[in-house]
């Protein structure tokens, strides 16, 4: 019977970027300086640090079309393929 080895711990978590304070754990970003907290655990430090940052700017009360606009997205949709029409294709009305 062939020995396996012992299953390993997930790698530990960096915690380069935490602060403990007496009201709790804070984490900073390494680029900006900026610190977030407090939380009331490390766990939960580490998780909000970790979280995927939604970097939409897509605002509240902002309709498709101005976020479309604000991207540069052609308002005209061609009829054949359903695609919003190209930059450099002049729209013509029959």
Not at 47 to 73: H, K
């Amino acid at each position: 019977m062939k020995r396996t080895e012992p299953p390993t711990l997930a790698e530990p978590a960096d915690t380069s970027t935490i602060i403990e304070r007496p009201d709790g754990y804070y984490w900073r970003d390494e680029e900006t300086g900026e610190e977030f907290g407090p939380f009331a655990t490390l766990a939960d430090a580490i998780a909000d640090r970790d979280q995927p940052v939604d970097d939409t700017s897509f605002e509240p009360g902002e309709t498709v079309e101005e976020a479309e606009q604000e991207l540069g997205i052609a308002e005209w949709v061609d009829p054949d393929t359903g695609q919003p029409a190209e930059d450099t294709l002049h729209r013509y009305n029959d």
